[in-house]
């Protein structure tokens, strides 16, 4: 093994307290709570009967498409006036410097995991996970989790519970109290001090599915078992997926939203979000470009959450088809951009029906929750942020679009 150079402590504390930094970018429990990673050999297997996701890892490959992240192809730029292609092929080139910066990053997070002692990753591994793993299929797929491609099957089964997988700033909190308010449908959401398996106000269960801890306690009481909750949310779709069983399968639906979109409505909303615990008042001294540029953004957040991979490991055309792959097989999505479209797709696919007529119209035409006005992107859309955001989550943009493809065709399955 090579010997770690020489160093002055307060030169080698340095790395260390990076990493701590990255793991307060996500907070531990709120409305807005982001844990997307698995690294194998460390988390305690909740399922040791089962072959489960501790075991997966995907394999190596390189995705060098770099019209993915330019968002254009080939066939499209040719076309374009010779002023437009020359602007395409300069956007391109600033992609890959920007990737390439991202890759010296990643490779000087790897040198820093070696200071790091076991307990320390594991502890930083369950932050980034929420500690629970479903067990899988033959395809590793989660096993307990109802497949929604399979249209000539009748998917109504009454034991059956809801899954939303919230992606941060994605309507998830309008969506959350439509389903309580709109369809009476019961859910868990810690709102006293302690979590207990007692209703803290109508249809909210007084207990938690946003953090390592409260995820553990609900496996523990068998949160699915209990006839008092008909949705799970959580944002960590592995362990969030963990809860159910043989008994109680879920049903999975998502709200997919622009990945720059996303990006910069967190950092905006946690820079001045002093109720929640994921608030970070030093975000205030920066710019949304700088925390872009800086080691407290985490890139492609949905395709590590769906693979269960590290942040500081490098994303290959692997994960990104095991991604696409989960996202057919299990996830009903919606787009936060066709609200409106995505609720009609939901109450046909759920058979939900309103308490009241056109509540959730009210909610999210008039009334959306949570929602945080901000500025602008500097440069807008085509800009250098922009870019520089595009290119450290190319493969979460690949997903965006493929999300979109899948949205159509629900509508055809779903028809208006």
């Known amino acids: 093994m090579r010997a770690a150079p020489t160093r002055p402590i307060a030169a080698a504390l340095l790395p260390f307290l990076g990493l701590l930094a990255i793991a307060s970018f996500y907070p531990a429990e709120d409305d807005e709570t982001i844990m997307p990673w698995i690294d194998e050999g460390i988390i305690e297997r909740h399922h040791p009967t089962y072959y489960n996701y501790y075991h997966y890892r995907?394999?190596?490959?390189?995705?060098?498409?770099?019209?993915?992240?330019?968002?254009?192809?080939?066939?499209?730029?040719?076309?374009?006036?010779?002023?437009?292609?020359?602007?395409?092929?300069?956007?391109?080139?600033?992609v890959r410097r920007l990737q390439f910066v991202a890759e010296r990053r990643r490779l000087q997070k790897l040198e820093d995991m070696n200071i790091m002692d076991d307990e320390t990753k594991r502890k930083h591994t369950k932050n980034f996970?929420?500690?629970?793993?479903?067990?899988?299929?033959?395809?590793?797929?989660?096993?307990?989790?109802?497949?929604t491609s399979d249209a000539g099957t009748d998917l109504s089964n009454p034991l059956d519970l809801v899954y939303f997988w919230h992606i941060p700033k994605a309507s998830g909190s309008t969506m959350k109290n439509i389903m309580n308010y709109c369809f009476g449908l019961r859910r868990a959401e810690r709102v006293k001090d302690i979590a207990s398996m007692e209703y803290a106000r109508e249809n909210i269960l007084n207990m938690d599915t946003s953090s390592p801890?409260?995820?553990?306690?609900?496996?523990?009481?068998?949160?699915?078992?209990?006839?008092?909750?008909?949705?799970?949310?959580?944002?960590?779709?592995?362990?969030?997926?963990?809860?159910?069983?043989?008994?109680?399968?879920?049903?999975?639906?998502a709200i997919l939203r622009h990945p720059v979109d996303v990006a910069l409505s967190l950092f905006h909303y946690r820079k001045m979000a002093t109720w929640e615990r994921s608030y970070r008042k030093e975000w205030n001294k920066i710019t949304f470009r700088e925390y872009v540029d800086s080691d407290n953004y985490i890139d492609n957040w949905m395709v590590r959450q769906l693979t269960g991979t590290m942040p500081w490991v490098a994303l290959s055309t692997a994960h990104f088809d095991r991604?696409?792959?989960?996202?057919?097989?299990?996830?009903?999505?919606?787009?936060?951009?066709?609200?409106?479209?995505?609720?009609?797709?939901?109450?046909?696919?759920?058979?939900?029906?309103?308490?009241?007529?056109?509540?959730?119209?009210?909610?999210?035409?008039?009334?959306?929750?949570?929602?945080?006005?901000?500025?602008?992107?500097?440069?807008?859309?085509?800009?250098?942020?922009?870019?520089?955001?595009?290119?450290?989550?190319?493969?979460?943009?690949?997903?965006?679009h493929y999300g979109l493809e899948m949205f159509a065709q629900q509508r055809k399955r779903y028809p208006p």
């Not at 010779?82 to 956007?91: L, T």
Request: with cysteine; charged share 25%; aromatic share 10%.
């Open 58 to 94: 995907v394999g190596g490959g390189e995705y060098d498409d770099d019209r993915a992240a330019a968002g254009r192809s080939e066939n499209e730029t040719a076309s374009w006036p010779s002023s437009h292609r020359e602007q395409s092929h300069r956007s391109r080139e600033e």
């Open 323 to 400: 991604a696409k792959l989960i996202m057919t097989r299990k996830i009903f999505v919606g787009v936060a951009e066709e609200m409106n479209e995505t609720m009609r797709q939901l109450k046909a696919h759920f058979r939900w029906v309103e308490k009241r007529p056109q509540c959730a119209y009210e909610f999210i035409n008039t009334k959306p929750t949570n929602a945080n006005g901000h500025p602008q992107l500097q440069g807008g859309k085509g800009g250098s942020t922009w870019h520089a955001v595009i290119a450290k989550d190319k493969w979460d943009m690949s997903l965006y």
């Open 129 to 147: 996970l929420g500690g629970l793993f479903p067990p899988v299929d033959k395809d590793m797929l989660p096993l307990y989790l109802r497949d």
């Open 213 to 253: 801890e409260g995820l553990s306690f609900s496996f523990q009481k068998h949160i699915v078992n209990s006839n008092k909750v008909d949705v799970i949310v959580s944002n960590y779709f592995l362990s969030g997926a963990a809860l159910f069983n043989d008994l109680h399968y879920g049903r999975t639906f």
